[in-house]
């Protein structure tokens, strides 16, 4: 059994420059996400650079990705607070016991989904469902984060009722504070949308450039200290700050969660596990492609898995993989997961000694890196692209994101899945059934109403293109009795079966049904193309004893089966 993951059992000397920088890079962009993140989350600003140390080596030692950045995250911090708000005071001893059991429990599910090779799982979440959740939360955390802006407190309870309240109290904004959390906000979009550009007109190379104007908001931090700290401004002006951040490294401490906790926590659990795999596995696969390498699913959830334990065992909590930290990651040239090990060394060492610095950072500076940073979140070409192409996938895509601003992140998603898989079984219910007839000289088959093609007047064939199950059976049948209804020379029904993966036990008793009530009216059914795993199942029915001879391997076996009977009868009648 290997001890060592495969890339660091055979490291490459000429990996390491790559790794050290991207290393260095992403701890800068990482300092200000983790202490930002926490807020969000409603949690001290050292439980966000506890979450950032020990879970980048668990994911290093287990994960598949090269360049995925584990770490705090916009969404997971929301669902964190989400989840523990209704259960403790924000940034008590209390929630912060309850965000550690919550990681805890998050890991629990992610080892064992991946030690069961449960990768599949993540498909219950489809892409709209995920671009409207996330968008939605994106929303929820900008309108959350607006009051810190202008040093204001309000206790709504919900987006909208935010939003009037902000309305009203704007003209009681606190000057000070609104002036650096605007101008934070402006800086960082100018840094987000135009910085790059215009360092590249001035000579530098694409890539420096672009990593250069990712780590705006460390520039923000250190110059928005400097600014508080030189004036006073907490003191003299209002300015809500950070404070004292403890220093030290976390003390390590195994979490016996109690029942109630596991009774509240264990649903939000599962959510923030699936949403973060999902997140996670997306990010780390779109990063892969680009340099050939494969990501395996269920290494992923054993990474994530221990990443999340690793974050409770040092008192932190839930943590994924980063989309703005990955990319930044990939650019500045990670070769390896000792990139984020590196990353995990140096804000070891920023939480052991470096902490005081962050005394006078204003949480006006953190709540606007949190705004730009989720912004880029909100994801309208998604909902354009299926409103032109699939209306029900952007009907589940808005469904989910008005579920997330009504009724919270965890009801939102719940909504979203189940709308999702209320879209796939109304569309299995409703299979296309066609009508088929042979292609002139061909043994292809195609429907009658789409090509020219030859057809028997005896002989009714139909293509049904689904599975058949219990949503759909009454309506094949239903379908296939009114066909024959309509054409009374009809003496022979094709059922073809090349989309039929599976045939349940009330389809079963419809074909059986159906057999019986056209062999009533002297009317032969037959099948064709049925998949071997069907067939092997039908054997042994009371339907397949009956269909005996009468189901063929191709369309064309079968009408040249009724071609001869038909010539027979001819000749007969002669």
């Known amino acids: 059994m290997r001890l060592l993951p495969e890339w660091l059992a055979h490291y490459q000397k000429t990996k390491l420059p790559g790794d050290l920088t991207a290393g260095l890079i992403v701890t800068v962009m990482l300092i200000p996400q983790s202490l930002a993140y926490a807020m969000l989350a409603g949690l001290p600003p050292e439980i966000g650079l506890y979450a950032s140390v020990l879970p980048l080596v668990a994911y290093a030692l287990l994960g598949s990705s090269m360049t995925l950045a584990v770490g705090p995250v916009a969404v997971a911090s929301l669902m964190t607070a989400s989840a523990l708000q209704p259960l403790a005071q924000p940034g008590s001893e209390q929630y912060v016991v309850l965000a550690a059991t919550l990681a805890f429990l998050s890991g629990i599910m992610l080892l064992a989904f991946g030690l069961l090779r449960l990768g599949f799982l993540a498909n219950f979440l489809s892409h709209p469902v995920i671009s ?5 939360s994106a929303i929820l955390i900008t309108v959350s984060q607006l ?62 450039a672009s990593l250069i104007s990712r780590l705006a908001p460390m520039v923000a931090v250190i110059v ?21 951040v403890p220093a030290g490294l976390p003390s390590l401490n195994v979490l016996v969660p109690n029942m109630n906790h596991l009774a509240a926590l264990w649903l939000p659990a599962l959510l923030i596990s699936l949403v973060g795999f999902v997140e996670s596995v997306s990010v780390a696969q779109s990063l892969a492609l680009k340099r050939q390498e494969r990501i395996q699913p269920n290494r992923e959830l054993l990474g994530l898995g221990a990443a999340n334990m690793a974050s409770a065992l040092s008192g932190g909590y839930p943590v994924t993989g980063g989309f703005a930290r990955s990319v930044v990651n990939f650019a500045a040239g990670a070769n390896t997961p ?34 730009i940073a989720v912004t880029a979140l909100v994801d309208f070409s998604t909902f354009k692209a ?93 379908h296939i009795e009114r066909c024959v209804a309509a054409n009374p020379k009809v003496e ?43 067939m092997d199942r039908l054997h042994e029915t009371h339907l397949g004893r009956a269909l005996e001879g009468l189901i063929f391997l191709s369309a064309h076996d079968a009408f040249k089966f009724v071609e001869e009977r038909n010539l027979d009868s001819l000749a007969f009648s002669r």
């Open 338 to 371: 000792l990139a984020g090990v590196i990353s995990a060394v140096l804000m070891a060492i920023v939480i052991a000694s470096l902490t005081g610095l962050f005394h006078h950072l204003p949480q006006a500076v953190l709540s606007a890196t949190i705004i």
């Open 147 to 208: 009051k810190h802006l202008f040093g204001l407190t309000t206790n709504a309870g919900n987006v909208f009722q935010e939003v009037y309240q902000l309305l009203a109290l704007l003209p009681q904004a606190n000057p000070a504070t609104t002036a650096l959390g605007l101008g934070t906000l402006i800086f960082l979009f100018f840094a987000r949308t135009y910085l790059s550009g215009v360092l590249q007109k001035i000579g530098l190379k694409q890539k420096t």
């Open 224 to 244: 928005s200290i400097i600014t508080v700290a030189q004036w006073d401004l907490a003191a003299e002006a209002g300015v809500a700050i950070v404070g004292e």
């Open 386 to 478: 299926a409103w032109q192409y699939d209306r029900a996938d952007a009907l589940s895509l808005v469904v989910t994101l008005i579920g997330v601003l009504l009724l919270g992140v965890e009801a939102g998603v719940l909504i979203g899945v189940a709308l999702s898989l209320a879209v796939l079984v109304w569309r299995s219910s409703r299979p296309h059934i066609a009508i088929v007839g042979r292609v002139p000289g061909t043994e292809h088959f195609r429907n009658v109403r789409r090509h020219k093609v030859d057809t028997l007047p005896n002989l009714l064939a139909l293509r049904v293109d689904e599975s058949l199950f219990f949503a759909n059976a009454s309506l094949v049948q239903s």
């Open 132 to 136: 409207g959740f996330i968008s939605g």
């Open 492 to 534: 022979y029904v094709l059922l073809l079966c090349p989309a039929v993966n599976q045939i349940d036990s009330t389809a079963l008793e419809a074909l059986t049904q159906l057999q019986e009530s056209l062999s009533a009216k002297g009317i032969q059914f037959m099948l064709a193309e049925v998949k071997g795993p069907v």
